[in-house]
């Protein structure tokens, strides 16, 4: 019905906080930042990517499905007060499981990475990453 | 259907990125990364509504596989997009000369 506003919903905030630590980041230097190899703003971006990309496509099919139309009030589960309960009921609990999902996947991606750039030669080589 | 569709040309784009990487010229990583994104979206869906709802896990007809084709055609025009206006090889900017 609309579950696909919850990642939406996150999506939002998270490109807001990657701007802020993007500008951070430029003002603290990038050697601070890239210890082991990422940055957070890079890491961060991997997470926007992927509920920005998840809710484009997942509103191409609630489209596809007649669930949001291009006039107000969008959703048409609004329509009908009947159907405002459910609505309310599937983005609690499939679109908050989709988002935990995503970003748990997402957090699993990053240690990965991180592993492996701590377990790379160049990264412990490196001034940056092996300085105190 | 547009689950499978889609953790295919997840699984493609990704191969793909990979065959190329650490050169990301072509913005491939965030094409995967669309596609990851739909399709673990999609898979929480179809589990929810299989353990809530029961019935089939997949839907194979004809409208399922014209929406997989329409979100591939839709993801791929947001990375032409993207890729366009960062213009990686420069070519617009030569145009423009």
Redesign the interface.
Same mark, same amino acid.
């Not at chain 1, 990517?49 to 997942?58: A, E, P």
């Given at each position: 019905m609309a579950?696909?506003l919850v990642?939406m919903g996150e999506a939002i905030v998270t490109s807001v906080v990657q701007k802020v630590v993007e500008n951070r980041e430029k003002k603290v230097g990038e050697e601070r930042t890239k210890k082991t190899g990422f940055s957070w703003s890079r890491r961060l971006s991997?997470l926007n990517?992927?509920?920005?990309?998840?809710?484009?496509?997942?509103a191409?099919?609630h489209i596809?499905h007649g669930e949001v139309v291009p006039w107000p009030p969008f959703l048409t589960a609004m329509n009908n007060p009947a159907d405002v309960a459910p609505m309310l009921h599937e983005m609690a =609990? $499939?679109g908050v499981?989709?988002a935990i =999902? $995503?970003t748990v996947?997402w957090a699993i991606m990053v240690m990965i990475a991180e592993l492996k750039a701590k377990a790379t030669p160049e990264a412990k080589g490196s001034p940056v990453s092996g300085g105190a | 259907m547009w689950l499978i569709m889609t953790s295919l040309a997840a699984i493609i784009t990704t191969a793909i990125w990979y065959i190329k990487a650490p050169e990301d010229k072509y913005k491939l990583g965030l094409l995967s990364l669309i596609f990851w994104g739909a399709t673990l979206m999609w898979f929480v869906d179809h589990v929810m509504a299989y353990l809530m709802e029961g019935g089939e896990f997949f839907e194979i007809n004809l409208d399922a596989t014209l929406l997989g084709l329409s979100v591939i055609i839709l993801a791929l025009l947001v990375w032409e997009i993207v890729l366009l206006v960062s213009d990686p090889k420069g070519v617009l900017k030569r145009i423009k000369r």
């Open positions: 579950c696909f990642p991997w990517k992927l509920l920005w990309g998840g809710t484009i496509l997942l191409l099919e596809w =609990t $499939v499981a989709m =999902t $995503v996947v | -």
